[in-house]
Nanobody, 125 residues
């Protein structure tokens, strides 16, 4: 059974930082690209970032570029998202998700195989 469990979300002030973690199990984590996707209140999903299986190829949405850093520790089956200089518009539920084969950056929920339960990030003063 595939499981993705996000953690690290919190209430944080604008300009603050958080690090999200995603613990994966039930599949060969190190063989697959992994993404972070978020969903703001009343909005659809928004692709945030992706890394390939080896962690050496990375992409970010323009909205987070320069502020967020995706990384992975394949030995620990864990995906991370370091979020700095947080803005109120970053408020969302953040999910880690495995994109389907051939999918790179996508905000289409159908393009993902697995999802975690999400972790809430709230940026507010």
């Amino acid at each position: 059974q595939v499981q993705l469990v996000e953690s690290g979300g919190a209430l944080v002030q604008p300009g603050g930082s958080l690090r999200l973690s995603c613990a994966a199990s039930g599949f060969t984590f190190s063989s697959y690209a992994m993404s972070w996707v978020r969903q703001a209140p009343g909005k659809g999903i928004e692709w945030v970032s992706i890394t390939n299986s080896g962690g050496n190829t990375i992409s970010y949405a323009n909205s987070v570029k320069g502020r967020f850093t995706i990384s992975r520790d394949n030995a620990k089956n864990t995906l991370y998202l370091q979020m700095n200089s947080l803005k109120p518009e970053d408020t969302a539920v953040y999910y880690c998700a495995k994109p389907k084969e051939g999918v790179w950056s996508s905000s289409d929920r159908n393009k993902y195989d697995y999802w975690g339960q999400g972790t809430q990030v709230t940026v507010s003063s």
